[in-house]
């Protein structure tokens, strides 16, 4: 079971990602997306003959988040006095849309308010990888990392900005390579307090000009 997915989703998970054994044949998974390559080309011409592994893997990667654990992740904490906001702007990241498994990617502004201890600040961008290496939707995806950061750290406040493009928009349907998604979630004081939320936005401005 897929640590904060439903049973459905986790068993899709592991089979996207070949944990389990009825699934983990290599061979199996390359045939199937051979029947899809088929469709649309030639999977046996000069070019696409490997393509079928090479998209198994790179999709077991990029969906790795699956089997990371947050509370993992974020259990390397210090005690640090510190009654001021703590910001980690600009993270980079790509996902995956699940609609159309196409990429979507920008940046995530993670920032929090502790109220006794502090997170490791490497841990706050696995973070982001751990939610964004799956198949997602930009609101899941900022509401997960903001859940995450309120549940395993103690904290006042939590605010959590996205930016991203996606390729979902951009190269097939509407097709407006230019649109920028952004999102954001708040939780604690970032909720209460206009002042506060103005200082978090205001702290996360240098990286996204």
Do not use: W
């Not at 006095?81 to 849309?97: D, E, H, Q, R």
């Amino acid at each position: 079971m897929v640590p904060g997915l439903s049973k459905d989703e986790s068993n899709l998970a592991d089979f996207v990602t070949g944990t389990q054994g009825r699934v983990s044949d290599q061979v199996a998974l390359e045939d199937a997306f051979r029947l899809i390559l088929k469709g649309v080309d030639d999977p046996s011409r000069p070019g696409l003959e490997d393509t079928p592994a090479r998209y198994i893997k790179a999709l077991r990667e990029m969906t790795s988040g699956n089997h990371q654990d947050p509370a993992e992740i974020l259990s390397r904490q210090f005690d640090v006095k510190c009654a001021n906001m703590v910001v980690v702007a600009g993270i980079p990241f790509t996902s995956l849309c699940e609609h159309h498994v196409l990429p979507f990617g920008g940046t995530a502004d993670v920032g929090y308010i502790p109220a006794d201890k502090v997170v490791g600040l490497s841990k706050i961008a696995r973070l982001v990888d751990c939610y964004s290496r799956r198949l997602q939707v930009q609101e899941r995806l900022t509401e997960q990392i903001a859940d995450s950061m309120e549940k395993h750290i103690n904290t006042i406040a939590v605010g959590v900005v996205i930016r991203a493009s996606h390729s979902c928009m951009s190269c097939r349907g509407v097709r407006k390579p230019d649109a920028t998604m952004v999102t954001s979630a708040m939780r604690g004081t970032l909720l209460e307090s206009q002042a506060a939320r103005s200082e978090f936005l205001e702290l996360c401005k240098p990286v996204r000009q």
